[in-house]
């Protein structure tokens, strides 16, 4: 994993969303324990990520 | 992808109600907006103010909201004037 500060993390059944200070969204696949993709990059720091019930969706707070 | 732009300031929280079709957003200006999400525009339901204090976005203290398994409202911590967190209910708001 990286060595940015995460502030928020959401996990799946077999992937985990790690929000970061320096703005990145990532997948991680629980099962490799690999980085799948970077789902998004902000601008300013990430402060919290939520997923949906469903897994559908994935709500990011970000400044 | 949806952007929320409803607020003017960071985000800090956000929190999914349990039908998963309701998003709500702690803003760091002590409001909290309530969203519903659909493959539509995400619409702004309300904005609820008094809920959260203000703070920073690196706050150490939480604004983060938790619905009730039921769906019928959410929580939140609130500083009282004596400095002890109280726990608001709001009823049903959608």
Redesign the interface.
């Known amino acids: 994993m990286t060595t940015e500060n995460h502030f928020a993390v959401a996990a799946g059944n077999d992937f985990c969303l790690i929000g970061a200070e320096d703005g990145s969204v990532t997948k991680y696949s629980l099962v490799t324990r690999e980085l799948e993709e970077i789902l998004?990059r902000c601008s300013?720091?990430v402060?919290?990520?939520?997923?949906?019930?469903?897994g559908?969706?994935a709500?990011?707070?970000?400044? | 992808m949806f952007y929320l732009r409803d607020q003017s300031r960071p985000a800090k929280h956000v929190s999914w109600d349990v039908g998963g079709t309701t998003l709500a957003v702690s803003c760091t200006d002590g409001v909290v907006y309530m969203y519903s999400i659909s493959s539509e525009q995400p619409q702004l339901l309300k904005r609820i103010d008094g809920l959260v204090k203000t703070m920073e976005s690196d706050a150490e203290s939480s604004a983060a909201v938790q619905w009730h398994p039921d769906g019928r409202g959410f929580a939140a911590p609130t500083a009282t004037r004596g400095g002890l967190p109280s726990i608001m209910f709001p009823g049903k708001l959608c």
């Open positions: 998004l300013m720091p402060r919290d990520v939520a997923l949906s019930p469903d559908l969706w709500a990011v707070a970000s400044e």
